[in-house]
């Protein structure tokens, strides 16, 4: 995975297709915790991501570049543009295939510079499954889903257990996620799908 030339996924992947349950296209995904930097509302200068399930099963989430969100002058940090990325991949594998994943690798290419102000159209899709690694990549477009390229991004996510998240995270906060889920969970019920892994 060190190379953009390197076979995508890698041989030993299996072709993975979203989970039964997995929510239905045109679906708008909701935001899996109020207080991530990526989609929470929470979070004031956060990236706020707003995703949706395509009717190819690719997941399109768009993120408004702001002044918060500057390395260069009137342009958008790079890091922060891999964050988007980690975000828009995490929701899809964690909404396709309803299952707890966190990042073990990304890896991302920035083609084009984004400005303040402009909105990147991120469309991601499962690539293949080994096992608990879930392969994913994502391309982002400014402005539109068919605008210019951006940047692209590949990503490995490691199923992980529950106890991931007792073990290394703060249990006030994952009471928080908890209450949320359970409460996203019975709306879902109501509209006939689920969110959280
Ligand atoms: C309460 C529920 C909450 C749910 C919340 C949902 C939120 C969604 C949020 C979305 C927000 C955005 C998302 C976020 O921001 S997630 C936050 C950022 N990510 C992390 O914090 C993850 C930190 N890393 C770890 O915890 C561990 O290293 C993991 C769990 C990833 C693996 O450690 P574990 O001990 O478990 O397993 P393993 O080491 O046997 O590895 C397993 C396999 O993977 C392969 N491998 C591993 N690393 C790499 C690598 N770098 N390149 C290539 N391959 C790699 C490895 O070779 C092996 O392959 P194989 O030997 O089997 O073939």
New binding site residues.
């Given amino acids: 995975?060190s190379s953009r030339t390197e076979n995508w996924p890698p041989a030993?992947a299996e072709p993975v297709g979203p989970h039964p349950d997995a929510p239905a296209p045109g679906t708008e995904l909701s935001e899996?915790?109020a207080e991530?930097f990526?989609?929470g509302h929470e979070v004031e200068l956060g990236l706020h991501l707003r995703s949706a399930v395509a009717d190819d099963m690719s997941v399109v989430s768009t993120f408004t570049v702001r002044k918060d969100h500057q390395g260069a002058p009137g342009l958008a940090h790079g890091g922060l543009l891999a964050?988007a990325f980690?975000?828009a991949?995490?929701?899809t594998?964690?909404n396709l295939l309803r299952t707890?994943?966190?990042?073990?690798?990304l890896e991302t290419d920035f083609v084009r510079p984004v400005p303040v102000g402009s909105t990147l159209h991120i469309a991601a899709r499962l690539d293949g499954r080994?096992?608990?690694?879930t392969y994913v990549s994502a391309e982002g477009r400014l402005d539109a889903d068919d605008g210019p390229v951006a940047l692209r991004a590949r990503a490995?996510?490691?199923t992980?257990g529950?106890d991931?998240?007792?073990t290394?995270?703060d249990p006030d906060a994952?009471e928080k996620?908890?209450q949320t889920?359970e409460a996203e969970a019975a709306a879902a019920e109501q509209r006939g799908w689920d969110v959280?892994?």
Avoid at 130 to 133: H, L, M, P, T
């Fill in positions: 995975m030993d899996h915790y991530c990526g989609c964050c980690d975000e991949l995490g929701s594998v964690g707890p994943t966190v990042t073990a690798r080994s096992g608990r690694k490995l996510f490691v992980v529950v991931h998240f007792t290394h995270g994952i996620f908890r889920a959280n892994p």
